[in-house]
């Protein structure tokens, strides 16, 4: 069983910026690195969309709302990945997943709030 911990939602304001997290708490280092670690979004009423993604050779994937304005890292040693969200708009408000992926196999984080308002 694959446990993700998001952390870092909340409240931003438009053109704010905000930080997310995900733990791996129960991997270990060596499993960790060999997995493609993710941020997907879904915003009420839409489907869930690609933020952004990394290797474990930290290749980097966007998706179009996201590219130059997110930026996604992995610390292999700490198990974590982060996503700095800067200029951020209030199409940006949706439940933001971690996910990790290797050989087919998804595993999902509970999510976290991101809202962007003024």
């Known amino acids: 069983q694959v446990q993700l911990v998001e952390s870092g939602g909340g409240l931003a304001q438009p053109g704010g910026s905000l930080r997310l997290s995900c733990n791996a708490p129960?991997?270990?280092?060596?499993?960790?690195?060999?997995?493609?670690m993710g941020w997907y979004r879904q915003a009420p009423g839409k489907q869930r969309e690609l933020v952004a993604t990394?290797?474990?050779?930290?290749?980097?994937n966007y998706g179009d709302s996201s590219k130059g304005r997110f930026t996604i890292s992995r610390n292999n040693s700490r198990k974590t990945i982060t996503l700095q969200m800067n200029s951020l708009t209030p199409e940006d408000t949706a439940t933001y997943y971690c996910?990790?992926?290797?050989?087919?196999?998804?595993?999902w984080g509970q999510g976290t709030q991101v809202t962007v308002s003024s």
């Open positions: 996910v990790a992926n290797q050989n087919g196999m998804d595993y």
């Open positions: 129960r991997m270990i280092y060596s499993v960790f690195v060999g997995y493609t």
């Open positions: 990394i290797t474990s050779g930290h290749t980097t």
